[in-house]
């Protein structure tokens, strides 16, 4: 027996980097799992490399109620149910002074990082109430308990999901519903330039110079890392946990 046999995930952005990680390793884990993400075919590559045939892949702008909408309703059809919900969705944000981030700048980093999970849990809670039992995991920051300078909004983006994972945790434990967090600390992803300026080998070296030796245990974190966290938080090895925020950051937020 596989440790999610015959439960139902959601994970977004799954196409890459640490949402990918997660999705693969619950299919492999047997859940039947959506691999959304708002670049499909990356989705529907993630999904095929697990070759599995429980697996389905859906476009998905994780800010527009009805894209999210549409991805709830999906698959409850097609699985029947929704056991987990994964939001792994994010976007970075390079150094920027707080007098030259733009109302858009703001406006991208909030609603991709905190007001997705505002609409994934409106959608998929109806569905695990009824149910009575559900797991939800958001992947927070360790920058959303330690801050960087010129990291503003994306400190305060990750910060609203760590607080709005705890307070659902608390409006939903009636239910049987558990809501959780995991901070990554610096990781090995496609993402982890997108916070440097410079040209392609400035931030690879600055990623070297920034991030790796921030990391008292020496080494960027991988995003099978946060798979592992996730699958323990999704599961039911973790059934009385709720309402926290699991740091998986080499150290980082000591």
Avoid at 26 to 42: I, K, M, P, R
Wanted: aromatic share 4%; glycine share 10%.
């Amino acid at each position: 027996m596989t440790i999610l046999n015959g439960k139902t995930a959601i994970v977004t952005g799954a196409g890459s980097g640490m949402g990918k990680a997660i999705a693969q390793t619950f299919a492999h884990e047997g859940a039947n799992v959506t691999f959304a993400d708002l670049h499909v075919q990356s989705a529907i590559t993630a999904a095929s490399a697990t070759g599995v045939n429980h697996v389905q892949a859906i476009q998905a702008d994780v800010t527009n109620d009805s894209d999210v909408a549409n991805l709830v309703n999906q698959t409850v059809e097609v699985y029947h149910g929704l056991d987990i919900v994964i939001n792994c969705a994010g976007v970075p944000q390079s150094f920027t002074s707080i007098e030259e981030l733009t109302v858009e700048q703001w406006d991208v980093i909030m609603n991709v990082n905190t007001k997705s999970i505002f609409l994934t849990s409106k959608y998929a809670v109806p569905i695990m109430k009824q149910q009575k039992s559900g797991s939800i995991v958001t992947i927070a920051s360790i920058a959303g308990i330690r801050a960087r300078p010129g990291l503003n909004a994306y400190c305060a983006s990750k910060g609203a999901a760590i607080m709005l994972t705890k307070a659902l945790a608390l409006e939903l434990a009636p239910y049987q519903i558990r809501v959780n967090a995991i901070n990554p600390g610096p990781a090995d992803t496609p993402m982890i330039g997108k916070f440097l300026v410079g040209n392609e080998d400035q931030k690879e070296e600055g990623m070297k110079k920034i991030f790796q030796d921030s990391v008292p245990l020496g080494k960027l974190i991988q995003p099978e890392d946060i798979a592992q966290g996730a699958l323990y938080l999704a599961s039911d090895l973790a059934k009385m946990v709720t309402g926290e925020v699991l740091n998986i950051d080499g150290g980082r937020g000591i």
